[in-house]
């Protein structure tokens, strides 16, 4: 199965409801889907992010009908057996991040993307008062 329909479905969305999230028409998505054309690379990123999975799995370099996503609680045992390894300070930072995955799981992929997007523009705020500083201490 195709990665875009695959996590459109996983997320309970029409074709509609994916094309008005993203600001396109059904016809590319649907377009998309059926392998006739595909999404520019800013794109495949955005929906890559928007289902939390890899640009290989969004642009169908992986059949999403024979290999599943990796459960959470999996990826999270994986975690918990290299905790001997992690600092007290590094350990604290990996639950803050674990509470926020399931923050963002319980989102509709709308909201997870609108999160993302508010947080890269902060970031994107961060980083040129950074430099604006910088360039005045100097």
């Known amino acids: 199965m195709n990665g875009i329909r695959y996590f459109r479905k996983k997320n309970h969305l029409t074709q509609s409801d994916l094309a008005e999230m993203l600001g396109v028409t059904q016809t590319s998505v649907s377009q998309w889907e059926g392998g006739r054309n595909y999404p520019d690379i800013k794109m495949a990123k955005r ?40 600092d007290e300070t590094e350990l604290l930072l990996l639950e803050q ?10 989102l509709t992929p709308l909201a997870r993307q609108r999160v993302i997007d508010r947080a890269e523009l902060y970031y994107e705020v961060e980083s040129m008062s950074k430099i604006q500083s910088a360039t005045e201490e100097e």
């Open 97 to 106: 991040k674990g509470r926020l995955l399931k923050l963002m799981d319980q």
């Open 47 to 86: 929906l890559a992010t928007m289902f939390d999975a890899t640009l290989d799995q969004i642009l169908g370099m992986e059949d999403m009908s024979e290999k599943p996503l990796i459960d959470a609680m999996m990826s999270g045992a994986i975690v918990a057996e290299k905790l001997a390894d992690i």
